[in-house]
Each structure stands twice: as C-alpha cells, then as structure tokens.
C-alpha cells in the first residue's frame, strides 16, 4: 500500500473515532511535550493530562520547574503511577536544561535522565525534525501488518523510516497510536471494522490475539 494513503487511512479513522492523540493541545511548546511525555509512561492518557494540566498551570518554563521543590513536583503529578520517581527525573531534567538552549537533537535529548528513544522521538517529531516516535501502538501495529516484521522498538523504527518518505515521518507516531487507540487495539482489534482489512496479514487471525 502507498505509504501516504496507509497513514491518511490510520488519520482518518483515528480522528473520526475521536482518538485522544488527537485531542491534545497543540499549542504545547517543546518542553512541555518533554514533560508531558515523561509523565506519559505507564500511564493512562487521562492521568497524563491532569499531572500535566497541573505542572503547566504552576510552571511556566523548565527553568522555573528547576526552581521548584521535589515535593511540590510530587504534588502537582500524583495523579500519574510512579509519580516520585517521574518528580525526581522532571526536577533533574529542568535543573540540565536550567538558562540553557532546549535540545534539538536526538543525543541531546537521550542524555537526559529518564528519556529514551520514543521520547526523544516523541519531542523531536513535534518540533518538525525527522523522526518516528515507536511506542507500544506503532511497533504492535506494524508488526500486525506485516510491513515490518521485527521484535524490538528500535528495530521497528529503522524498517518504518526505510517504508515512509521522510516527509510523512512526523505523522507516522499520531498516525499509528489514534489508530490503536480506537481500531487496532492491543487486545480484541476491530478486524471487521478496519479499512486495513484487506490489506493487513492479521487480519484473520484474531485468535492469536
Ligand atoms: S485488520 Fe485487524 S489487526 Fe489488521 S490493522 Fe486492522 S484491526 Fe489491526
């Protein structure tokens, strides 16, 4: 399938079925997507937005997150799982990051306590660079499709920027996760529902999931 309609395809269902990936607010600046991806991890989207909601009504830059105590942190994010280990790593992001230029590099940002390729991939693609964020959604999917066949994140993200141009590479991960959110989902996909039907070499084989 050409690799523009399959993510307009994925696009188009995601934000027909309302998929929260869609729904968050684009007016967010990069550090924000940064923090808001660290709370993000192992935690429901709803969760994810009251921390952030909270975080962003009280701070209104990392240097000002560096200024604040842990305990405060801990305070504003407790809605999310794991909520003083993600304190410790948002204090100590802001606390790098304090009076310096925002990254714009994926080994800038891997250098960063706690953050790892999704995330970095996460911010980046946001910012307008080249990059596939693969989280949970879009290396399942692939693999679902058959347009990559691999075992790792990592792998998945290498085979996805060989299939899409590199102008499609920022639309892949919103593309993929609303997709997964509302047709693809982890357990029980909507086979008989999905435009992909025809074309994904799962399709039949519901029982193995
Ligand atoms: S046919 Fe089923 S497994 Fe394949 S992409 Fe669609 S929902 Fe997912």
Redesign the pocket.
């Known amino acids: 399938m050409d690799p523009l309609k399959l993510v307009e395809l994925m696009e188009e269902e995601g934000k027909k079925r309302n998929a929260p990936v869609f729904l968050h607010n684009s007016s967010l600046e990069p550090w924000q997507i940064l923090i808001a991806t660290v709370l993000s991890a192992r935690t429901r989207d709803e969760q994810t937005a009251k921390a952030s909601e909270n975080m962003f009504s009280k701070a209104k830059s990392l240097d000002e997150i560096a200024e604040m105590e842990l305990d405060e942190i801990e305070r504003l994010i407790k809605p999310v799982g794991f909520y003083k280990v993600k304190a410790k790593r948002i204090k100590a992001i802001a606390e790098i990051l304090k009076g310096k230029k925002f990254p714009e590099t994926i080994e800038e940002l891997l250098a960063l306590p706690g953050v790892g390729r999704k995330t970095a991939n996460i911010v980046l693609a946001y910012m307008g660079k080249p990059a596939i964020a693969v989280d949970t959604h879009v290396h399942r ?1 692939a693999n ?2 058959g347009i990559v066949n691999t075992k790792k994140p990592e792998q998945t993200e290498e085979e996805l920027k060989k299939i899409f141009p590199v102008e499609l590479w920022g639309r892949v991960n919103s593309a993929f996760v609303g997709f997964g959110q509302t ?2 989902l982890p357990r029980n ?3 008989d529902e ?1 435009p ?2 025809g074309f ?1 070499k ?2 039949n084989l519901k029982k193995d999931f």
């Open positions: 999917i679902r499709l047709v693809c996909p909507k086979c999905c992909l039907n994904c799962s399709s």
